[in-house]
Nanobody, 126 residues
Framework: EEQLVESGGGSVQAGGSLRLSCVAS????????IGWFRQAPGKEREGVSCLSSRDPRIHYAASVKGRFTISKDDTKNTVYLQMNNLKPEDTAVYYC???????????????????WGQGTQVTVSS
């Protein structure tokens, strides 16, 4: 069974940093496109960043570009999201997600993703 488990969320002050981790089981992340999403209260779930083993380009939402970095460790079957210079508007539940296959390029559209984690809360105070 394919599973994704996120960790690393917490509460920080504006300007602080957090690193989220997402451990995959039941499948190999190198064979799937991987993404991070977030959902703030009362808002739609939005794509934050994604990467594909077939494409060297990494995609970021405009709101996080230059502050967040996605990476993966295939030996640990784990994906990371390093978040720096956090802002109150980054407050949300963050989800890790994976395609059911390896595409030529990843997308920040949630409809493309088949596997989802349970989410981890990130709260940024001003």
């Amino acid at each position: 069974e394919e599973q994704l488990v996120e960790s690393g969320g917490g509460s920080v002050q504006a300007g602080g940093s957090l690193r989220l981790s997402c451990v995959a089981s039941g499948f190999t992340i190198d064979d799937h496109d991987i993404g991070w999403f977030r959902q703030a209260p009362g808002k739609e779930r939005e794509g934050v960043s994604c990467l594909s083993s077939r494409d060297p380009r990494i995609h970021y939402a405009a709101s996080v570009k230059g502050r967040f970095t996605i990476s993966k460790d295939d030996t640990k079957n784990t994906v990371y999201l390093q978040m720096n210079n956090l802002k109150p508007e980054d407050t949300a539940v963050y989800y890790c997600a994976a395609y059911g296959y390896l595409a030529t390029e990843c997308s920040l559209s949630r409809s493309e993703y088949d596997y989802w984690g349970q989410g981890t809360q990130v709260t940024v105070s001003s």
